[in-house]
């Protein structure tokens, strides 16, 4: 149940953990026929190999089949929160817009998920609740398609595929009330496949 709520991160440690699992009930196969088979047409039946050979290099060739998949094929992900490093987030407000420069030239993985998160000057108001987010991901000097009405505090989902030197993500705050200021913030920023 984990997994699935990691979603698209889930999906490569189901598949690390689906190679060790398919590795070892094929050993497990492999015991059952060779406990079973009588060879026919010999004298006496040979002498069967000790289980444990079976179970050792079943779980031998499994974790490094595994890890060959997690290290090559899926890659871990790599966090980038302490990279992120905002231009103009502080003391925003209404129509004001702030950027961060994507990690890595280009970015080591396809797909950037980060939580912004806003900080309300104020001691009363409701500035950070009412708040929306404009999001624009540009990738090697061409903007994508803006996503409008995003929610302080949620994870963003940005798909880096197809640069080929850097990336910037532009946000743009949109608050109801003009006297709100605010200062903005990334809490969480992850390179993933």
């Known amino acids: 149940m984990w997994l699935l709520l990691l979603g698209n991160k889930g999906q ?19 015991l059952g026929l060779q406990h079973s088979a009588v060879r026919k047409g010999a004298e006496r039946p040979r002498k069967p190999l000790p289980r ?16 060959f998949f997690w290290f090559l094929v899926v890659k871990p992900d790599v966090p980038v929160t302490d990279l992120v490093d905002i ?26 998920f980060f939580v912004p998160t806003l900080v309300n000057h104020d001691s009363v108001g409701d500035c950070v609740g009412a708040a929306r987010l404009s999001v624009t991901l540009v990738r090697d000097g061409r903007k994508d398609a ?3 009405d995003l ?7 940005l798909d880096l595929d197809g640069t080929a030197r850097e990336a910037r993500v532009l946000i743009a705050l949109a608050m109801p009330d003009p006297a709100c200021v605010v200062d903005l913030d990334v809490t969480e920023a992850v390179l993933y496949n």
């Open 146 to 148: 803006v996503r409008e």
């Open 52 to 67: 444990w050979v079976f179970a050792a290099v079943g779980v031998a060739v499994g974790a490094i089949a595994g890890a």
């Open 87 to 112: 231009g103009n987030g502080d003391r925003m407000a209404d129509g004001e817009q702030a950027s961060f420069r994507v990690p890595g030239l280009p970015p080591e993985r396809r797909y950037l």
């Open 12 to 30: 490569g440690i189901a598949d690390a953990v689906s190679l060790l699992v398919g590795t070892a009930s094929l050993v497990v196969t492999l």
């Open 151 to 157: 929610l302080p505090n949620r994870e963003i989902r």
